[in-house]
């Protein structure tokens, strides 16, 4: 039996300039999908995973996420009046335990792979998981829980991939593949944001990681890479160099880029038909804006 995956980090430092004027005042992570925040979604895979620590890497501005997990007497309180049950109970499904949750600040933007290894003292000496709340993957069985129960078999460290097209795998980590086993891949090395045409595969790290506390000592003396910045794919490169126990992991589930404006509008619109109470009205919308569109052409 291996060790459990009971801590994850959640990097939450960037300043989603993508999304201003927006995030001029709302952290990105609150941004919601029909009515949840994006980071809503990450914390219920993670604890689908069994996660029970939560490590927020947070940065300056960021405060309406920590508000975000508190409780919250006088809105309680209103509703248990009105006997709005239902809702309070929509309330209390995002109550954290005390003390599950920790929050570091990141003092200076270096990347992600600095911004993991500021949880290093919450994680000491033990394998962790990252989830970078931007990679939302809707599916029966989360993510993170996948990745988990392979891990069982697998031990190392673990990325989450995904086939994207070639023309896109400059934008991501890239899997240099060993042997393609299925859902289970193992690795011969990890390139970050390769230049257009020198991608080792089309096989992209998507933002969950199983790590061993290895990376992390990696981290702490790691030069900058691409983007002048410490990068998380390096240091798991130098993990597969020394040990070469690192897999990708195909997991099942649709992958959204909500870091991205287009990526964001797909996921909204595919929460908004995944909601029986919004699905028909919505499906309706969807279909009289296409035949508009069709018959405007
Ligand atoms: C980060 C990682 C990259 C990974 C991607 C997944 O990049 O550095 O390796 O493929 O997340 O979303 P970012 O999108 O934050 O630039």
Do not use: W
Not at 85 to 99: A, D, H, P, R, W
Not at 232 to 248: F, H, P, Q, S
């Amino acid at each position: 039996m291996r060790a459990r995956i009971t801590k994850a980090i959640f990097p939450v430092a960037g300043l989603g300039t993508r999304f201003l004027p927006a995030t001029k005042s709302v952290p990105k992570e609150i941004m919601t999908l029909v009515d949840r925040p994006l980071i809503q979604y990450a914390i219920d895979e993670a604890r689908e995973a069994g996660i029970k620590e939560f490590i927020f890497v947070t940065s300056r501005g960021k405060s309406a996420l920590e508000d975000y997990f508190d409780h919250a007497p006088h809105l309680e309180e209103e509703l248990r009046r009105k006997g709005k049950n239902e809702l309070l109970s929509v309330l209390e499904e995002t109550y954290m335990e005390s003390g599950a949750i920790a929050y570091i600040r990141q003092h200076r933007a270096l990347g992600l792979g600095h911004a993991v290894c500021c949880a290093h003292r919450l994680i000491a000496n033990e394998p962790f998981a990252v989830i970078l709340p931007d990679d939302v993957i809707a599916g029966e069985t989360g993510c993170l829980k996948q990745m988990v129960d392979a891990y069982q078999e697998t031990g190392g460290s673990m990325v989450a991939a995904m086939e994207v097209p070639p023309e896109k795998a400059s934008s991501y980590g890239v899997l240099d593949v060993k042997e393609d086993m299925g859902s289970l891949v193992s690795v011969n090395g990890m390139v970050e944001k390769p230049e257009a045409g020198t991608a080792p595969s089309n096989l992209a790290v998507i933002g969950r990681y199983i790590l061993t506390p290895d990376v992390l000592r990696t981290l702490r003396n790691q030069e900058s890479g691409k983007g002048g910045e410490i990068q998380l794919t390096d240091a798991i490169a130098a993990e597969i160099e020394r040990k070469r126990n690192v897999y990708g992991y195909r997991f099942v589930g649709q992958r959204y880029d909500c870091g991205s404006k287009a990526g964001f509008l797909q996921a909204t619109v595919a929460f908004g038909l995944a909601r029986e109470d919004l699905r028909d009205e919505l499906a309706a919308y969807l279909e009289e804006m296409v035949a508009t569109r069709k018959a405007a052409q």
